[in-house]
């Protein structure tokens, strides 16, 4: 084992230098010093990035210029920017010269670049929902068939809350190249009911009950008046098609309150609602 050993440290690396040269005390101690110097960097540097996005979102908060969404990921960049800058003085510390660095970066930014399209798309669609802003961090919208409210949107990914709150994270790329329907971005929405009442029903009567059921509601906005008019006759029913406006944030339990209150209504007032019925005719007798 010990020739082993020292024909090991007796090999040639150039010019006469041996293993046995490099792997001295100074030699490891120096290797040992770098690498205790690049771990504290790594620790300052990733200390510094959260410490930046911190700040540059509670800007951004306190800013009547910017919202949560932008800071958001202004402050996502930042961290990455600093975190990259963190990797380059690790580097350098080794020894890589920056001249090597930039080909290095430029050599790997090409390759990486060529074998990521999708996640670098996925960025350049984070940029565009930032600077365009379909929505913002607090909107309820609907994306991909996905339904939720915005909670964060980065430089890869857009994270919605679902109704049933589970998480949902989306992919920049498919959120700007999808329909995003917003439903929180206008204060007012329009609700629609169908109602429908018996043949033998007195209508003038049922509309004065839907109409009486809509106004009264306090989250019923006045304007535009309520729309309220025969809309078709059924097999069953004579179909009242009802449309109102209410605040946005009111609108689901508004349209389902209005259901439940109108059939209480027209229930009180006499007027039947009817249902589908099937007569069975025995033949056998």
């Not at 020292?6 to 490099?22: K, Y």
């Not at 771990?39 to 911190?54: E, P, S, V």
């Not at 958001?72 to 963190?86: D, E, H, Q, V």
């Not at 004065?208 to 509601?217: F, G, K, L, Q």
Request: aromatic fraction near 10%.
């Amino acid at each position: 084992m010990t020739d082993f050993l020292n024909s090991l440290m007796a090999i040639q690396i150039a010019d006469g230098v041996t293993v046995g040269d490099i792997l001295t005390v100074e030699f490891m101690a120096g290797i040992l010093g770098k690498v205790v110097l690049a771990i504290c960097i790594l620790l300052i540097g990733f200390f510094i990035a959260g410490w930046i996005k911190r700040r540059v979102t509670g800007f951004a908060d306190r800013s009547r210029h910017l919202d949560i969404t932008t800071g958001s990921f202004l402050g996502n960049l930042a961290r990455y920017a600093i975190m990259t800058l963190t990797v380059i003085f690790v580097l350098q510390n080794f020894g890589l010269q920056t001249t090597s660095l930039v080909a290095l970066l430029g050599a790997a930014g090409l390759a990486i670049g060529l074998a990521l399209q999708g996640v670098l798309g996925g960025v350049a669609a984070g940029i565009m929902l930032v600077i365009f802003r379909p929505f913002k961090v607090g909107d309820f919208i609907e994306i991909s068939e996905e339904m939720g409210t915005v909670k964060d949107i980065s430089i890869f990914t857009t994270e919605l809350a679902s109704l049933d709150n589970v998480q949902i994270i989306i992919p920049n790329a498919q959120v700007w190249g999808n329909v995003i329907t917003n439903y929180s971005v206008y204060g007012t929405r329009r609700a629609e009911w169908t109602f429908g009442v018996g043949y033998g029903a007195n209508l003038a009567e049922a509309e004065r009950i839907i109409r009486s059921v809509i106004e009264t509601d306090p989250r019923s906005l006045s304007e535009p008046a309520p729309f309220l008019q025969v809309n078709n006759l059924g097999d069953f029913s004579v179909d009242f098609l009802v449309r109102n406006w209410v605040a946005s944030a009111d609108f689901f339990q508004y349209q389902a309150d209005i259901k439940r209150q109108v059939k209480e209504a027209l229930d009180a007032g006499g007027i039947a609602i009817p249902f589908p019925t099937r007569t069975v005719i025995n033949t056998s007798e």
